[in-house]
């Protein structure tokens, strides 16, 4: 897996101050999408040790809420197993901190895949251009939602979280 850029104290992508994690490659290929430079899969950087190391090093501040999982999209398919892993670690070390999760998947598509143990907000959907709203709280169309994903597990369909 490659990525783009770990991003410190970041306030837009997610509640309360967090550790954000770009990763590369995307298939949706949104357009109007705010972050185009991370859709091909090969560029950037290797995600390796000192990467995981930065990231942990962050989230051992008491001010940090938690881990966002961006991109591109975390869950592209070639992603996936390193993401899980990378999720999984945070949880088992840091199990007060939160992880925010964007895809732009559907829950409905991804809701049994693995990560979703280990992720506490997921915001679902693809961008689309006519639904863009620069007045929406943690998301960049109408069309897009964020979801409580444990109650959401209890539940069995999505429950949106509450701002």
Known sequence: MNYHNITHDDMKNGDGLRTVLWVSGCSHHCPGCHNPITWDASDGIPFDRAAEDEIF?????????????S??????PANR??????????KESFPNKNIWLYTGYLWEEIKDL???KYTDVLVDGRFIKA????NLKWRGSENQRVIDVKKSIETG???????
């Open 57 to 69: 090093s962050q989230l051992n501040e008491d001010y940090i809420s938690g881990l966002t999982l």
């Open 71 to 76: 991109g591109g999209d975390p869950l592209f």
């Open 81 to 90: 197993e390193e993401v899980t892993a990378l999720a999984k670690d945070v």
């Open 114 to 116: 693995e990560i979703i």
């Open 131 to 134: 639904l863009k709203d620069n």
């Open 157 to 163: 369909s999505p429950v949106l979280h509450c701002d």
